[in-house]
């Protein structure tokens, strides 16, 4: 099954998408996800100029060949680029085989290993009772677990937070269509000091049921995220999110140390290297790595396979920068594999959904990537043209005396 065209699709139906479209002599089409937020058009060239032309004549059916092609013929290892690319290519492959076998997706992975995979959503507010509000939003919504996000007296704008202006939700896409990136303040004492008093006014609100979880974004210290994850105790966290800037792997013996409180890691992460330690020390309960930054279905499934060995599960990183194609992508693997733990689901908006046709379904906190051959995901091509490609970039945080630090 010879591929004769391969198409990089870029759009930004209210964000920016990097899409690899592949077709092969027999008409069928796969769809890849190739977004890499605020970077996307380095993915763009890194496939249009180096990988395309490799593709073209190859055998659509070859997804681990050409996966191994193209990671090692690159000579130039890993990085998020790289990672991004590959992840579109095989991903593509992957929805052409489901295509080509009449089958979805999972079905090929080893089928369902459940009926639905259960999702959280993004509660956020700059007070308690805008956040409570935000919470019973997604409750209503059928959500069963909840991210909170709150903003910190004495901080301006604290990544995760809807600035609820006009409409526009701010943690609906942190990259702002500016020509600079937009600057924002951080002080992690203030932060630290007010987080725990949020969770038990939330636990006191919604009950002990409710599963809680909180996204740190690498902004602590190892010894600042040990003291939070203890701090966060007894309010039972699903899980305390990147508490650390976790390229330095052992730093999270240290929070371990000190705490039980479950840590998820790695969005920011593109291969199974960056998790060696991690993962073999048990020094974290979640995997974050979404499938769009990690080389596709076949270089997740390695890792969440190597991640089962030590109790440890999926937490598959799903934000709105990831297109519907990677979320599809995600909810196939999170239906088949055995060590399923949660799917962020962060809801795209309805500009997107109009460009990328999906057939998933979200029905009592539960999603289901459907029945239909392959990912399900169709790309309306004319939709996509209306919308170019906009410069947009992530946020930049600087402490009190301008120091630049992680947002
Ligand atoms: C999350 C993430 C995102 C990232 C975003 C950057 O947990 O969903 O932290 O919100 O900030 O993907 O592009
Ligand atoms: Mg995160």
Redesign the pocket.
């Known amino acids: 099954m010879k591929i004769v065209a391969a198409e990089v699709i870029v759009t930004s139906p209210s964000r920016n998408f990097v899409t690899l479209k592949i077709t092969t002599e027999d008409g069928l089409t796969g769809l890849g996800d190739g977004t890499l ?2 970077r996307e058009l380095s993915v763009a060239s890194y496939l249009t100029d180096h990988v395309v032309p490799l593709l073209i004549g190859r055998d659509a059916h070859r997804i681990e060949d050409t996966w191994q092609y193209l990671y090692r013929s690159a000579y130039w290892r890993r990085g998020p680029v790289t990672m991004a690319a590959i992840a579109a290519v095989d991903v593509a492959l992957w929805d052409i085989k489901a295509k080509a076998a009449g089958m979805p997706l999972y079905q090929l992975l080893g089928g369902a290993s459940r009926n639905g995979v259960m999702a959280y959503g993004h509660a956020s507010g700059r007070d308690l009772p805008e956040l409570f509000d935000s919470v019973r939003k997604h409750l209503a919504l059928g959500f069963k677990s909840i991210r909170i996000q709150t903003s910190v007296p004495g901080i301006n704008a604290v ?2 937070v809807a600035a609820q202006t006009e409409g526009e939700r701010y943690d609906y896409e ?2 702002q269509r500016t020509p600079l990136p937009v600057e924002e303040d951080w002080d992690t004492r203030a932060y630290l000091r007010h987080l725990p008093g949020v969770f038990e006014a939330v636990r006191n609100e919604f009950g002990p049921e409710l599963p809680l979880l909180h ?1 740190g ?1 690498h902004r602590m210290t190892p010894i600042q995220a040990a003291r939070l994850g203890k701090d966060l105790e007894p309010y039972d966290l699903f899980w305390l ?2 508490c650390t800037p976790a390229e330095n792997q052992e730093a999270l013996r240290l929070v371990r140390q000190h705490t039980t409180t479950p840590l998820a890691i790695g ?1 920011v992460f593109n291969t199974v290297w960056d998790y060696q330690t991690l993962i073999r020390e048990q020094l974290i309960d979640y995997v974050r790595s979404a499938v769009t930054h990690t080389g596709g279905i076949t270089a997740m499934r390695k890792l969440l396979d190597f991640a089962a060995q030590y109790q440890i599960k999926s937490g598959i ?1 799903g ?1 709105t ?1 990831i297109s519907p194609v990677g979320m599809a992508a995600a909810l196939h693997l999170d239906l088949a594999i055995h060590n399923f733990g949660i799917q ?1 689901y ?1 809801q795209h908006s309805p500009l997107t959904d109009e460009v990328f046709r999906q057939s998933f379904t979200f029905t009592g906190g539960y999603l289901h990537p459907g029945e239909q051959p392959g990912l399900g995901v169709e790309l309306d091509e004319q939709a996509a043209a209306r919308f170019p490609y906009v410069a947009a970039y ?1 946020p930049v945080n600087r402490l009190k005396d301008g120091t630049v630090h992680d947002w």
Do not use: F, K, S
């Open positions: 937020n605020g990544y995760g942190p990259a996204d974004h999110e990147d969005e990183h934000p920068d962020e962060m992530l």
